[in-house]
């Protein structure tokens, strides 16, 4: 089994910042995959962002330019800093970590984009 803590959420003005972390432990395996998805009011989960073991990276094209997922392989912990915040980017984050064919689930931090 892998835990997954996030943090780092809050509330911020628009065009403002905001750096989530999340740190895995338990059952770790080297070969591995993190990511950010999140999930406004009424709509479905979707993908932010993605890094793997090897920091190869991958982001939704509206996170594109504004958000930047780094990762730090000693400490299991992967980043999502948040840049040039809009309204629409208001939602809850949920970590994820893909390992040994299972995916696990952090247990979400609120984001709020508003004035």
């Known amino acids: 089994q892998v835990q997954l803590v996030e943090s780092g959420g809050g509330l911020v003005q628009p065009g403002g910042s905001l750096r989530l972390s999340c740190t895995a432990s338990?059952?770790?395996?080297?070969?591995?995959?993190m990511g950010w998805y999140r999930q406004a009011p009424g709509k479905e989960r979707e993908l932010v962002a993605t890094?793997?073991?090897?920091?190869?990276?991958n982001y939704a094209d509206f996170v594109k330019g504004r958000f930047t997922i780094s990762r730090d392989n000693a400490k299991n912990t992967v980043y999502l800093q948040m840049n040039s915040l809009k309204p629409e980017d208001t939602a809850v984050y949920y970590c994820?970590?893909?390992?040994?064919?299972?995916?696990?689930w952090g247990q979400g931090t609120q984001v709020t984009v508003s004035s």
């Open positions: 994820v970590r893909y390992q040994n064919y299972d995916a696990y």
């Open positions: 338990g059952t770790i395996f080297s070969i591995n995959t």
């Open positions: 890094v793997t073991d090897g920091g190869r990276t």
